[in-house]
């Protein structure tokens, strides 16, 4: 063997960064804007990303809180996290114009949120208090819904007949995490009703999976995502569950400090599913100033999906290519 060198090294984990229902959701954006010309309104942040929004603002986006910020009859985004029925409803009474950029997964979410409702079914909903997902997903039956955000809450649960009693979940939590409250529910409820598929989406299980796989072999873990991204958030905690000495979230390079690196040869990289890929590329050129030169992309699975901007959106764009 040669002689030691001292250069650290980054492990880089992918599946990373951009999932579907946000490539989906910014393109909304971008494409109201080119078409519509601003000014378009987006309800909450469109992802949980401070640059993407920073820079969807310079283009003339936005943002708002609650739609009685919107003047009537303007042009109105939902955001990918989605919307309860009386937000729906407000929209609909002050006339806007809505373009509905809620991932395909969180509406599967809202459906079967209905559906048990319908069926007369305690629902309880495992996920963050305040999250806007959360908000809409409740919203949809919230005669119906309980939250439980831990396994602690299980034994707060009251229902009426623990024969009909079915969970379902926020899209971005921990999958560990969850199935323990899972498991605790059926502790409880042995007839607990599953959904017909796990809540938790594709990406937010594959970047915790990609994670895993680096953690182990990292002193330090770095998340690119900001803080009140829930996915991003959760890479954190499972980086340190999964063996990382130590994990912190950042929105980017400027936010890392140099003390973290002491001490460390490997550092593990990945970021949240509504980080853009230049953030993370800068993360890579910090680090490479600083003695880790060397980058290894650590895959563990490929991901494909791609859905199709909202229906309002794309009606409107294809009535204006084919009147040119």
């Not at 401070?50 to 919107?70: N, Q």
């Not at 439980?148 to 926020?170: A, C, F, M, T, Y």
């Not at 921990?174 to 042995?190: A, I």
Request: proline share 5%; net charge negative; hydrophobic share 40%.
């Amino acid at each position: 063997m040669g002689p030691m060198t001292a250069e650290g090294r980054v492990l880089l984990a992918a599946p990373r960064g951009y999932c579907a229902g946000v490539d989906r959701a910014v393109i909304t954006v971008e494409k109201a804007l080119d078409h519509y010309g601003p000014p378009v309104y987006v309800r909450k942040q469109i992802v949980h990303n401070k640059h993407v929004v920073e820079t969807l603002e310079e283009r003339g986006a936005i943002f708002v809180e609650e739609l009685d910020e919107v003047p009537e009859g303007a042009l109105v985004v939902f955001s990918a996290h989605g919307v309860s029925p009386m937000v729906h409803d407000q929209a609909a009474k002050r006339e806007l114009r809505t373009i509905d950029a809620t991932c395909p997964l969180v509406t599967k979410v809202h459906n079967e949120a209905r559906r048990f409702a319908r069926d007369d079914l305690d629902i309880v909903l495992i996920g963050h208090d305040g999250h806007e997902e959360v908000e809409g997903t409740a919203g949809e039956a919230p005669s119906h819904v309980q939250l439980v955000e831990s396994p602690d809450d299980v034994e707060n649960v009251e229902v009426r007949d623990p024969s009909k009693v079915v969970w379902l979940s926020q899209t971005t939590l921990s999958v560990d995490e969850t199935f323990q409250t899972v498991d605790r529910l059926r502790e409880r409820f042995p007839d607990l009703i599953s959904p017909p598929s796990d809540d938790i989406c594709y990406a937010t299980q594959n970047r915790q999976v990609a994670v895993k796989e680096i953690a182990a072999e990292s002193e330090l873990v770095l998340v690119v995502g900001s803080s009140n991204s829930s996915n991003s958030v959760r890479l954190v905690e499972v980086a340190l569950e999964a063996g990382a000495d130590d994990a912190h979230r950042v929105d980017n390079a400027d936010e890392i400090d140099e003390s973290w690196l002491q001490g460390v040869r490997t550092v593990g990289l990945t970021s949240g599913a509504s980080v853009p890929e230049d953030l993370v590329a800068g993360v890579i050129d910090w680090l490479a100033e600083r003695g880790f030169p060397t980058v290894e992309e650590h895959r563990t699975t490929e991901e494909s999906l791609i859905f199709s901007l909202p229906r309002e959106l794309r009606r409107d764009l294809k009535s204006s290519a084919a009147s040119e």
